[in-house]
């Protein structure tokens, strides 16, 4: 089992960056592949990003292709995401999840979540 933190979140203006970060506990960070999703108000839950275990494949929601990286650093337990060019769509709270079976080529069901950080982005 692992359980996630999430922290970056925050008050930014359209076209402003943003750092997201998940840091897990436990000792096979390294054996799960990682991701975000999203959920914005009275919307569903949404996938965002994920990297797999050895952070060499990722996938991107097609709405935030070329605008976010997700990367991971398995000394530090940590997965990045990295926002740039923020727009007020990408308002949402933002939830680490982790998938603990790994599948080839990456497709991301969490099974682990984190308690979500908000991103609130202004016109």
């Known amino acids: 089992q692992v359980q996630l933190g999430e922290s970056g979140g925050g008050l930014v203006q359209t076209g402003g960056s943003l750092r997201l970060s998940c840091t897990a506990s436990?000792?096979?960070?390294?054996?799960?592949?990682m991701g975000w999703f999203r959920q914005a108000p009275g919307k569903e839950r949404e996938f965002v990003a994920a990297i797999n275990w050895d952070g060499i494949s990722t996938n991107y929601a097609d709405s935030v292709k070329g605008r976010f990286t997700i990367s991971r650093d398995d000394a530090k337990k940590t997965v990045y995401l990295q926002m740039n060019n923020l727009k007020p769509e990408d308002t949402a709270v933002y939830y680490c999840?982790?998938?603990?079976?790994?599948?080839?080529?990456?497709?991301?069901?969490?099974?682990?979540w984190g308690q979500g950080t908000q991103v609130t982005v202004s016109s």
């Open positions: 436990g000792r096979t960070f390294s054996n799960y592949d």
């Open positions: 999840g982790a998938d603990p079976i790994i599948r080839a080529p990456l497709r991301f069901y969490p099974r682990y």
